[in-house]
């Protein structure tokens, strides 16, 4: 049975953006389904509050909703206190490892993050042994997409994490509407078409989420559907593919049940086979 996870985090990218925009991830969702390894579905979520970053990574990851967890902004640097997918994996003996914005170093490995000291990782003691780790919000999708491959292809992780900017940032600068946003998921949309055929042929089952969305003003934070609704794209074998209500919060403990991890996290059952 395939046991490893891919989770890929689109930051800030809007739910009707993605049905809309990404061709290629909606077109696996299209396919003939009968035995195909790459079968595909979309479900929609709604983001937990404030529908802000590293609230929602945290939330994520974690399955803890940011008023519980006391991640509650964007400027409270410190470890996170629960149980994280890194953590529970990387206990159970499992390889863990992350492409990701310098934030996720600082809640599950060392903060605050020193750049010389954190942004390449490779430390078994950790809870994510292996990370590259960015800290512009403009640092190239492409780029971090290479880092996750070369992770990927050197460590051979359980579970990957990876987690691209780009949205976010096209977001802050034109808004929801505008044709740079959209641009911007039919690029990331192609990029991910370069690998997730390969990802799957290692035996990898994925799941491409976003921790929110984004609105008008050029931000996001409040309670918007814009700002809270997003998308959550499934690929593999272990998923059921039947419709069901998913939960932000029951990311994690779906994570954890796909490594086959001991935890009491809370998931949805019935997006799994």
């Known amino acids: 049975m395939n046991n490893k996870v891919i989770l890929v985090v689109l930051d800030g990218l809007n739910y009707q953006v993605a049905r809309d925009c990404m061709g290629y991830l909606n077109g696996l969702v299209e396919q003939?389904?009968?035995?195909?390894?790459?079968?595909?579905?979309?479900?929609?979520?709604?983001?937990?509050?404030?529908?802000?970053?590293?609230?929602?990574?945290?939330?994520?990851?974690?399955g803890i909703r940011?008023?519980?967890?006391?991640?509650?902004n964007n400027a409270i640097v410190r470890l996170s206190k629960y149980d994280s997918v890194f953590s529970l994996a990387s206990a159970q003996g499992k390889v863990t490892a992350a492409a990701a914005y310098h934030w996720v170093s600082e809640l599950y490995n060392r903060?605050?993050?020193?750049?010389?000291?954190?942004?390449?990782?490779h430390d078994t003691s950790l809870n994510i042994q292996h990370g590259c780790f960015y800290h512009?919000?403009?640092?190239?999708?492409?780029?971090?997409?290479?880092d996750a491959e070369y992770l990927r292809r050197t460590f051979g992780p359980d579970f990957l994490l990876i987690h691209p900017m780009n949205m976010d940032d096209l977001g802050h600068k034109h808004g929801l509407d505008s044709?740079?946003?959209?641009?911007?998921?039919?690029?990331?949309d192609s990029l991910l078409s370069n690998y997730i055929e390969a990802w799957v042929a290692d035996g990898y089952q994925v799941l491409i989420t976003s921790d929110h969305g984004m609105n008008n003003d050029r931000s996001h934070g409040g309670t918007l559907a814009e700002e809270r609704d997003v998308p959550l794209f499934?690929?593999?074998?272990?998923?059921?593919?039947?419709?069901?209500q998913v939960k932000q919060t029951e990311l994690c403990?779906?994570?954890?049940?796909?490594?086959q991890l001991d935890h009491h996290k809370p998931f949805t059952q019935e997006l799994l086979a």
Request: charged residues 20%; aromatic residues 10%.
């Open 32 to 62: 003939p389904h009968s035995q195909s390894a790459l079968r595909t579905t979309l479900y929609q979520l709604q983001s937990e509050l404030p529908s802000m970053s590293r609230p929602l990574y945290e939330c994520i990851l974690t």
């Open 66 to 72: 940011p008023i519980e967890s006391g991640i509650v």
């Open 111 to 121: 903060a605050p993050f020193e750049p010389v000291r954190d942004r390449f990782t």
């Open 136 to 146: 512009w919000d403009h640092y190239p999708d492409e780029a971090l997409l290479l």
């Open 179 to 188: 044709h740079q946003y959209r641009n911007g998921a039919r690029h990331i």
């Open 234 to 244: 499934v690929i593999g074998e272990r998923f059921s593919h039947q419709a069901c």
């Open 253 to 259: 403990g779906t994570v954890c049940q796909l490594l």
